[in-house]
């Protein structure tokens, strides 16, 4: 990835910010990361500025000057924002469009009209797990969640036996594909293949949301039984009206869903093919794989999905070429927060790597003979239990165990992000925003949300690792 070289370079600029001893260095993780845990549980700052606050707090308890804390800081910010920001944008650009037009709508309605009784579940699943591809995991639960309701409600399903399949699916992308910012981070932070990382993402994402979807909504279901809640059931997107007019949002039908399932599986089918095509062709100068580098690349890929997507989407929704720009710019606005996370993620975790901690990590994993799938795991287990935030976990974790993955083979190194995004989905609770999503959205208590949301995001971390560990046996 180009954002890789952007990200050497920028690190290559900043010394090293400490020469601490192990215990010194360690003292000053933990209290970094408590620093993080705290602002963010107790005094409920925003994500960015605890990460801001923690990355200085740990320069300074590793005994670094604050100016070279703050340059190591600021270079893994805008390293990060450079790799990953436009990606995210792109992503975001799309996720709208699909909404806006009712393409998600299209892939809603066709899927279910096919299906019915005990196959429901498996149709939710399939759902989700499609339009979650370029969608973020809340936008994707505002959108799905009463198309889950209206479904439980119309043909007299258990709430969770809908439910749970939904949340697996979007859950699932969120954590283990890219292109979700959590998976981008890491796979720029440890240097993996991006396609590599994308077909073995995939490998290990379908086994698990059969299994934490519709499998554990059986059990779900008997664990929790509630009646759909009426006052969750608003007016889907393709009912809604728009804002500037009144009328209806779209003055045409529904894009097809042929043209809808072939936009949002573009970007993946582009940077499939590149993967596919430097593992058969394997010569950098050959020209088919030059074509595909590029066409491959996740900056083209998206591209082209969205450019794709304006008139596949939106003009065969009516949108006019004013209704399309503003849905473009409506599309931005809400991932200025995402950004900033992610960037000061970034800036977090080149401050670990400049103050020797990867380093560290590195010779503890040898001492320990821990192996380094696992320990990646671990770590984001531990981040994800303390900031209750995926994003924050993968690229904290991302950032301490980079530096393992210096002797990988490509294969493992894509595994490295996939185990790291598995440990960041583990057991979601009270500090997870997406714990209280889904608890007011189906009306539950808190209890009845950890029997159902917390134990299925702790099937999906732990199968998801444990795939990936199987994997790293069977594969170089």
Not at 19 to 38: C, D, F, P, R, Y
Not at 95 to 107: H, N
Not at 175 to 202: E, K, Q, R, S
Not at 388 to 402: D, E
């Amino acid at each position: 990835m180009t954002s890789l070289n952007v990200e050497t370079l920028a690190a290559a600029a900043v010394e090293p910010i400490t020469s601490a001893g192990h215990a010194q260095l360690g003292i000053a993780v933990l209290a970094g990361i408590a620093v993080i845990v705290l602002l963010i549980t107790k005094f409920k700052v925003h994500a960015f500025l605890a990460l801001t606050i923690g990355s200085l707090a740990l320069g300074a308890f590793a005994g670094a000057p604050l100016d070279k804390a703050i340059t190591s800081f600021t270079a893994g910010l805008g390293s990060t924002v450079a790799g990953v920001g436009v990606l995210i944008a792109l992503g975001a650009i799309l996720g709208k469009l699909l909404a806006d037009s009712g393409g998600a709508d299209r892939i809603v309605d066709t899927i279910l009209a096919r299906a019915g009784g005990r196959s429901m579940p498996w149709a939710m699943v399939l759902i989700a797990s499609v339009i979650g591809l370029p969608l973020f995991f809340e936008v994707g639960i505002v959108l799905l969640i009463p198309v889950v309701l209206m479904v439980a409600k119309r043909g007299n399903y258990s709430l969770m036996r809908i439910g749970i399949p939904a949340l697996a699916g979007l859950s699932v992308m969120h954590g283990l594909i890219p292109p979700h910012p959590g998976p981008l981070v890491a796979i720029d932070a440890v240097g993996a293949n991006l396609g590599v990382t994308l077909a073995l993402g995939v490998l290990v994402a379908i086994p698990t949301v059969i299994i934490a979807g519709p499998l554990f909504s059986k059990v779900a279901a008997r664990w929790v039984d509630i009646p759909v809640p009426e006052k969750m059931m608003p007016r889907r997107p393709s009912e809604e009206l728009d804002e500037a007019t009144g009328q209806p949002a779209r003055t045409a039908g529904l894009p097809s869903f042929g043209a809808t399932i072939a936009t949002v599986l573009l970007p993946v089918v582009l940077m499939l093919a590149k993967a596919l095509v430097d593992i058969v062709v394997d010569d950098p100068e050959h020209t088919v794989q030059r074509v595909f580098d590029v066409i491959g690349s996740p900056l083209i890929a998206l591209l082209a999905a969205v450019v794709v997507g304006m008139f596949t989407l939106g003009r065969a929704a009516g949108f006019s070429k004013g209704r399309i720009t503003a849905t473009v710019e409506k599309s931005l606005a809400p991932i200025a927060g995402i950004l900033l996370i992610v960037g000061a993620g970034g800036g977090f975790k080149q401050t670990l790597i400049d103050s020797g901690v990867g380093q560290m990590v590195l010779q503890i994993s040898e001492d320990w003979a821990i192996p380094a799938l696992l320990l990646a795991w671990l770590i984001a287990v531990v981040i994800r239990l303390a900031t209750g935030s995926a994003t924050v976990a993968t690229v904290s974790a991302a950032g301490l165990v980079a530096p393992l993955a210096a002797d990988m083979s490509t294969t493992h190194a894509a595994l490295l992000v996939l185990a790291i995004g598995a440990g960041s989905l583990f057991f979601s609770h009270v500090n997870d925003a997406g714990f209280w999503l889904v608890k007011e959205y189906f009306g539950m208590n808190v209890g009845q949300t950890i029997k159902t949301w917390s134990a299925m995001e702790t099937i999906i971390s732990v199968v998801a690792g444990a795939l990936v560990l199987l994997l790293s046996l069977v594969i170089q």
